[in-house]
């Protein structure tokens, strides 16, 4: 059976393909108004790796989409 990718304004092509949020899994439309996060803000989205089902990646290291992407540097990152 084929599954959507889920998409993300938090999570785009620069990050890992296994790097997931919950927010992504909510069927909803976004507010164009909306502010993004960060700027100074507090984010407190909890991202998980869909390799190793947890917090933290292969690697051992922590899960998050300022470290989870092709500029990282992190061996276990997917295109």
């Known amino acids: 059976m084929d599954h959507p990718t889920p998409t993300s304004r938090l999570v785009g092509s620069r990050h890992c393909s296994h790097l ?3 927010g ?3 069927l909803s439309a976004e507010d164009p108004g ?4 960060g700027a100074g803000r ?3 989205t909890a991202y998980w ?3 190793t089902m947890k917090a ?3 690697d051992g290291q922590p899960v998050h989409r300022d470290t989870c992407g ?3 540097g992190r061996a276990c990152c997917a295109p």
């Open 20 to 22: 997931r949020h919950k």
């Open 24 to 26: 992504m899994y909510v």
């Open 34 to 37: 909306a502010s993004a996060y």
């Open 42 to 44: 507090f984010e407190a």
């Open 49 to 51: 790796c869909t390799r």
């Open 56 to 58: 933290l990646g292969p």
């Open 70 to 72: 092709h500029d990282g």
